[in-house]
């Protein structure tokens, strides 16, 4: 898939702002649970869906953050898809948040429109600043009677001039939800019944990938999964180059040690669930089964040419509330 058609957005909230509830319904309009499996997975009912996933529950490691991605088709037919990278609501994964960052170009900040932003929306958001990710702005619950939704586009504004937000991010964009009745709104008043703009929103301000699939490939494994069919699944995105299905790679390790592996299995994100592909380029996330030893940090290089990227940090920093 072309890069101009991919949108790598994280998606941040403070816990009980309505972000799976967003999230359910995006994937939601966007016919995302035709998949029988998915249906059945949200049991007629299409509501907590990132929460209830039985597949999580069966895991032998706990990951702490998901990824969906989202098929979108715009009004010009374009079509797109939006991976989602889902993180922590809980303020004692900083660390994690940090991380999952270096797979976005954007974050969708999801913002209860009673309640404003809170402190965990202050700490996450700081994190995407530093991450240089474009903002765009979801004033949710906004069906509330008690919502005071303009209002709480000037706390999040002044939130971001207090974090030192360049003139790029202070120009953010704002949709007023409610992921509950599942209605998106430029302005309150115009009365639009769907999410849509909330897909438009992020097709146009979060960045286009601008990673090169030309020069040799590097992913950096931010998350693992594990699963018992595969074993353990490196996830990440690909900063540049291809990989293919098959194919072998060096794993650079966080010493900086390289092992020369094989992919065995490589897979997209789709909707909820993971499909098997022949080839992901730079701009993509993506998911590698076959690779042992791997962790959190390593790079997965070409073995012609292989060239750690910067490491992150694997430890678990104490979030400091300011
Ligand atoms: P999360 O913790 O950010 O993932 O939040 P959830 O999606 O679990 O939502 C928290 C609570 O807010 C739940 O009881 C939802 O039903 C409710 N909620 C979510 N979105 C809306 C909304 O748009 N309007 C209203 N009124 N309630 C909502």
């Known amino acids: 898939m072309n890069t101009k058609y991919i949108r790598n957005v994280a998606i941040i909230a403070h816990v009980d702002h309505g972000k ?7 994937l939601y309009q966007s016919g995302m649970f035709r998949d029988a499996e998915l249906d059945k997975l949200a049991g007629g009912q299409h509501n907590l869906i990132m929460d209830s996933n039985p597949i999580e529950r069966e895991r032998g490691i706990t990951i702490l953050s998901k990824n969906c991605a989202i098929d979108y088709t715009d009004q010009d037919g374009s079509e797109y898809k939006i991976n ?3 993180t922590p609501g809980h303020a004692d994964f900083g660390g994690e948040v940090e991380r999952v960052m ?3 170009d954007g974050v969708l900040l999801v913002v209860d429109a009673f309640e404003g932003p809170m402190p965990q929306t202050r700490f996450v958001l700081s994190k ?9 702005l979801v004033v949710n619950k906004a069906d509330r009677t008690d919502s005071r939704p303009d209002d709480v586009v000037t706390e999040v504004f002044d939130l971001l001039v207090q974090l030192d937000a360049d003139d790029d991010a202070l120009d953010f964009p704002v949709v007023f939800s409610s992921a509950r009745d599942g209605w998106a ?8 019944d769907n999410m849509k703009p909330v897909y438009d929103a992020i097709i146009h301000s979060v960045p286009t990938p601008k990673d090169n699939p030309e020069e040799p ?3 950096l494994v931010t998350t693992l999964d594990y699963s018992d069919y595969v074993g353990k699944i490196a996830i ?9 299905e098959a194919q072998a790679v060096t794993v650079i390790d966080n010493e900086g040690k390289h092992t020369l592996q094989k992919v065995v299995k490589l897979y997209q994100f789709s909707g909820l669930g993971k499909a098997e592909v022949d080839i992901v380029q730079a701009g993509d996330i993506c998911a590698i089964a076959g690779l042992d030893p791997v962790d959190i940090g390593n790079t997965i290089a070409c073995p012609d040419k292989p060239s750690a990227l910067p ?6 920093p104490t979030m400091t509330m300011t």
């Open 20 to 26: 799976t509830s967003l999230l359910d319904q995006l």
């Open 128 to 136: 995407a600043l530093e991450n240089h990710l474009k903002p765009v």
């Open 236 to 244: 990440g995105r690909v900063f540049a180059g291809r990989i293919g």
């Open 84 to 86: 989602v990278i889902d």
């Open 217 to 219: 490939l590097q992913m």
């Open 311 to 316: 490491v992150i940090s694997v430890d678990e």
């Open 185 to 192: 709104r430029r302005d309150m008043n115009d009365g639009n």
């Open 102 to 104: 270096k797979m976005a």
